[in-house]
């Protein structure tokens, strides 16, 4: 039987995509610096969201007039397995489970760390709207979810963490639609510009993937990654500026390495032109 319930445990969560309301954040601490929800907010909220995918700290819905993602933190990621705090399994194997526990507090602390930064210095090139950390009662409002097997959930906005963010289009496609190569210079020297409004804010990502975490809204470019943003290491100061930016264009850069035309040398000399005198 054993097999079998495995195999039916596999199966389930494959048909869930691993979602379930339990393994949703839900900040314990009161926020005691709630951001206020604009109407802009509350409006995205008053419709259903469906779910799209599962990544790497969060559950993704995507709103049914197809214009917010909403990022509802995980449990899981952010928190230690039961075992590793009590029962046989901790008696077992206690290093690992200490080290499993301090692992997993230092993956809350950055991606806490990551999402506040986004909202507080990089909020208009992140496509951020609205970031719940902590419980509140200002919102005043549920949020109905269409889970993977596309039934309605109701659930209550101001006991969970999540994100709310304009839904972009994704740049790669973006990016392969444009018809000359004078328009794909210039989208490079707008991405740079965005390397070093997040170097002069002693902030980085090294996750500036084109093909995942990269999108264009408005015909601007942006990175929907939150979870991925850090102070500088080593501070801002120690190294020139050029070589923050060029270490977070990296993955950007191999990609223009496929794509040809120069591309690459292009976002290299932008990046060296604006970098030029700041350090």
């Given at each position: 039987?054993?097999?079998?319930?495995?195999?039916?445990?596999?199966?389930?969560r494959?048909?869930?995509?691993?979602?379930?309301?339990?393994?949703?954040?839900?900040?314990?601490?009161?926020?005691?610096?709630?951001?206020?929800?604009?109407?802009?907010?509350?409006?995205?909220l008053?419709?259903p969201?469906?779910?799209?995918?599962?990544?790497?700290?969060c559950?993704?819905?995507v709103?049914?007039?197809q214009r917010?993602?909403?990022?509802?933190?995980?449990?899981?990621?952010?928190?230690?397995?039961?075992?590793?705090?009590?029962?046989?399994?901790?008696a077992?194997?206690?290093?690992?489970?200490?080290?499993?526990?301090?692992?997993?507090a230092?993956?809350?602390k950055?991606?806490?760390?990551?999402?506040?930064?986004a909202?507080?210095?990089?909020?208009?090139?992140?496509?951020?709207?609205?970031?719940?950390?902590?419980?509140?009662?200002h919102?005043?409002?549920?949020i109905?979810?269409?889970?993977?097997?596309?039934s309605?959930?109701?659930?209550d906005?101001?006991?969970?963490a999540?994100?709310?963010?304009?839904?972009?289009?994704p740049?790669?496609?973006?990016?392969?639609?444009?018809?000359?190569?004078?328009?794909?210079?210039k989208?490079?020297t707008?991405?740079?510009?965005?390397?070093?409004?997040?170097?002069?804010?002693?902030?980085r990502?090294?996750?500036?993937?084109?093909?995942?975490?990269?999108?264009?809204?408005?015909?601007?470019?942006v990175?929907?990654?939150?979870?991925?943003?850090?102070?500088m290491?080593p501070?801002?100061?120690?190294?020139?500026?050029?070589?923050?930016?060029?270490?977070?264009?990296?993955?950007?850069?191999?990609y223009?390495?496929?794509q040809?035309?120069?591309?690459?040398?292009?976002l290299?000399?932008?990046?060296?032109?604006?970098?030029?005198?700041?350090?």
């Open positions: 039987l054993c097999p079998i319930g495995l195999g039916l445990g596999d199966l389930c494959k048909v869930t995509k691993g979602f379930a309301v339990s393994k949703l954040e839900t900040p314990h601490l009161e926020d005691s610096h709630p951001i206020s929800a604009t109407p802009e907010t509350l409006h995205a008053k419709q969201f469906r779910f799209y995918k599962k990544a790497t700290s559950y993704v819905f709103s049914s007039d917010y993602v909403l990022k509802l933190l995980r449990s899981s990621d952010l928190h230690p397995p039961a075992w590793t705090r009590y029962g046989l399994f901790r077992l194997k206690p290093k690992k489970a200490q080290s499993l526990i301090e692992k997993k230092l993956r809350k950055h991606a806490l760390e990551s999402y506040s930064l909202m507080e210095d990089l909020r208009e090139v992140t496509g951020l709207i609205h970031l719940h950390l902590g419980h509140t009662n919102l005043k409002t549920s109905e979810l269409i889970d993977p097997l596309g309605p959930i109701q659930v906005a101001d006991t969970l999540f994100a709310l963010q304009k839904k972009t289009e740049f790669t496609s973006y990016f392969d639609s444009l018809k000359s190569l004078e328009e794909k210079k989208l490079l707008e991405f740079a510009s965005l390397l070093l409004i997040r170097a002069q804010k002693g902030l990502d090294e996750d500036l993937n084109p093909k995942h975490n990269l999108g264009i809204l408005d015909g601007k470019i990175c929907f990654d939150l979870d991925g943003i850090r102070p290491q501070p801002r100061g120690s190294i020139p500026i050029q070589k923050h930016m060029m270490r977070d264009a990296l993955k950007m850069l191999l223009l390495d496929q040809g035309g120069g591309l690459s040398k292009h290299e000399l932008e990046i060296y032109r604006l970098s030029l005198g700041l350090d």
